[in-house]
């Protein structure tokens, strides 16, 4: 069984340009949520997506938005980026039916200039 | 709304010693609970949650937690800490339904002293 997994670990990006994360949902889960961390916080929860529809959203503005894909992986996408979005984004699985638990990926670190 | 407040930021402790990372919520609703590790430059890892039950949880590295629903409390507890245990600890809760969307707290930094 895969864990969640996320690509690119690392990024740079500079204000103004547009960025796509990417998530592989653990094997059996049909849920991807979407947090933000910023350095010394705790992580906030963006968007979740279940079964290729958004199923709760965050205190995001629009140009935050995502994707699921019917193998349940999932994107997130930034555009206009602004400084203050230079964090960890945390993508997090589950099986929406059957179990309460998120499962975490490793995250990947954006950094704006 | 939920909110999520972690009593101490950060927590000092003596290897083999025992400690309790606090944590308080708040909600007007019933929430399930959950504490998650994260270890530098990792992603989160979940240690224990109560769901219902037992108000005495048991997770993952010796572990355990107490849910006292009239304290609004989940503190988090190891009777005898090791270096590998150093690590930003993280209590969070979210509602019975609906989106399974997680509100954390600020986090507790561990910090392991031989």
């Known amino acids: 069984e895969t864990g969640v997994t996320q690509s690119p670990t690392h990024l740079i990006k500079t204000r103004g340009q547009q960025v796509t994360l990417r998530c592989s949902s653990q094997?059996?889960?049909?849920?991807v949520s979407w947090y933000q961390q910023a350095l010394g916080q705790g992580p906030q929860f963006i968007f979740q997506y279940y079964r290729e529809e958004e199923n709760g959203r965050g205190n995001f503005p629009p140009r935050f938005s995502g994707l699921q894909f019917p193998n349940y992986s999932s994107e997130l996408n930034v555009n206009a980026l602004e400084l203050d979005d230079s964090a960890l984004y945390l993508c997090a699985s589950s099986q929406k039916e059957s179990s309460e638990t998120q499962y975490f990926g490793p995250g990947t670190r954006l950094l704006v200039l | 709304a939920q909110s999520v407040t972690q009593l101490d930021s950060q927590v000092p402790v003596f290897e083999e010693a025992p400690v309790e990372l606090r944590c308080n919520y708040s909600s007007s609703v019933s929430v399930y609970l959950f504490w998650y590790v994260q270890y530098p430059n990792q992603g989160l890892q979940l240690l224990l949650k109560y769901l219902s039950g037992s108000t005495l949880v048991k997770g993952i590295n010796g572990f355990e937690a107490e849910f006292n629903k009239s304290q609004t409390s989940f503190h988090l507890r190891k009777p005898s800490v090791h270096i590998s245990d150093t690590a930003e600890y993280f209590c969070a809760v979210r509602t019975l339904g609906g989106a399974q969307k997680l509100v954390f707290g600020q986090g507790t930094r561990l910090t392991i002293n031989p």
């Open positions: 094997s059996g889960h049909n849920t």
